[in-house]
């Protein structure tokens, strides 16, 4: 896309216009319900709740994805010249690299060393999102892939404009990345753990792909964290009361402030994913002596349970895990889920069934030193993530051969 700036936040070569918004809320509902993976109602991809105008409008109306936050909203929109929406990017300009799980804070330290400045960058994304899911959002009955491709030349002529050093789009899936490789951005991977339903029709299935020994270790986990007359409840639909975010907001401020210093949700966040998400939330509460003790948020895609925060009040031995990655496994089996997404890293996840996945992301560099030094480092890393990914499969917990019987 050959485009000449205007001069009024737009980007045009006659057949397409990018425009720059500083909310979501620049966008009708109905606009954005057209993009693909967005809406339930948009079949060309599975719904992701994480780029849902609900959830994206959430996030800035609660003030989590805010210019006093760091993640100043700066969304691209892809016109006709008629006016006629085609495409977007959720995007913000962030003065940190906080929240966002693809790791940069080296590449800033050291352009910052050399008299460079890195912040203010580019983000497309979503925050405090480690999920896969579109980046570069096609409209319902477009040309996808033109569309893909001017919104990734647009991102690329966007960062040239504003003069930042940087953009970076994370958690992107395959049809976003090849659009923005062409482009010019950077291509670095990184690694997740996933469970994968294989039809399986109760938790016992899915054990019996297991080797023996990890098996028994399974149960026995699951048997332990609920040992102390524990229980656990989940919480979707209008089961997600005000006293239930209650209970899980204060296991979340807890654990967070212990992990990360400054939790990056409020509790308005939580009360507006509530009324107006609850169908696409599922809470798994643990309860011991008639009160809430743990608790883990999900979100539920068309295909996919996507497992994202945690947190407690009462320590409990195995609980995190029984929380977060069994209860998810068996959500997942009985509402017959493809998928469970369990976040951003941690290896222990692959004893308990989840297998390694290989995350994408791409990043373009404006200085052309910087640029070099990073391209570099990625293709070191690239190999890396390869390596390891066969390695981590390799001694996963299923069963290598069918001389070991179920137990």
């Known amino acids: 896309m050959d485009s000449e700036s205007d001069g009024q936040g737009k980007q045009a070569d006659g057949q397409y216009v990018i425009r720059t918004v500083d909310s979501i809320n620049a966008f009708s509902r109905d606009e954005w319900d057209r993009f693909s993976g967005a809406s339930r109602c948009v079949s060309e991809k599975p719904y992701n709740p994480f780029v849902s105008f609900d959830f994206l409008n959430i996030l800035e109306e609660s003030g989590c994805a805010s210019r006093r936050a760091g993640w100043q909203p700066h969304h691209l929109r892809l016109e006709a010249p008629d006016g006629t929406v085609l495409g977007a990017v959720p995007c913000y300009v962030k003065s940190h690299s906080q929240g966002e799980y693809v790791f940069d804070h080296g590449w800033a330290d050291a352009f910052e060393r050399a008299g460079g400045q890195y912040y203010p960058k580019l983000q497309a994304s979503v925050p405090f999102t480690p ?7 096609a409209a319902q009955g477009v040309n996808a892939d033109a569309a893909r491709a001017a919104l990734a030349s647009g991102l690329k002529l966007l960062t040239d404009r504003l003069g930042v050093s940087s953009s970076h789009v994370t958690f992107a899936e395959q049809d976003d990345m090849s659009a923005l490789e ?28 297991l080797a023996s020994r990890k098996r028994k270790a399974m149960k026995k986990e ?36 212990r992990k990360w210093g400054r939790p990056y949700l409020n509790r308005k966040f939580f009360s507006l994913i509530g009324e107006r998400m609850r169908d696409d939330v599922l809470l798994v509460m643990a309860k011991r002596d008639g009160r809430y003790i743990a608790g883990a948020i999900n979100f539920i895609g068309s295909d996919t349970l996507f497992g994202r925060n945690w947190g407690c009040i009462e320590d409990h031995p195995f609980l995190h895990f029984e929380v977060c990655y069994h209860q998810a496994i068996d959500f997942a089996i009985h509402k017959g889920l493809k998928v469970v997404e369990a ?65």
């Open 131 to 137: 999920a896969t899911g579109p980046r570069l959002l």
């Open 182 to 209: 062409n482009a010019g951005f950077l291509a670095r991977t990184d690694q997740q753990f996933h469970f994968f339903n294989e039809n399986f029709s109760n938790y016992d299935d899915f054990l019996a792909t």
């Open 222 to 257: 699951r048997r332990e964290a609920l040992a102390n007359d524990i229980s656990i409840d989940w919480l979707t639909g209008s089961d997600l009361t005000e006293r239930a975010w209650d209970d899980f907001f204060a296991f979340y401020m807890d654990t967070g402030s």
């Open 343 to 407: 976040g951003a890293q941690g290896e222990h996840k692959l004893a308990r069934g989840y297998r390694p996945v290989t995350t994408h992301s791409a990043h373009y560099i404006a200085h052309p030193g910087l640029r070099n030094a990073i391209a570099e480092y990625l293709e070191r890393e690239r190999r890396e993530v390869e390596r390891m990914s066969e390695y981590l499969e390799e001694h996963g917990p299923f069963r290598k051969t069918d001389n070991d019987p179920a137990s």
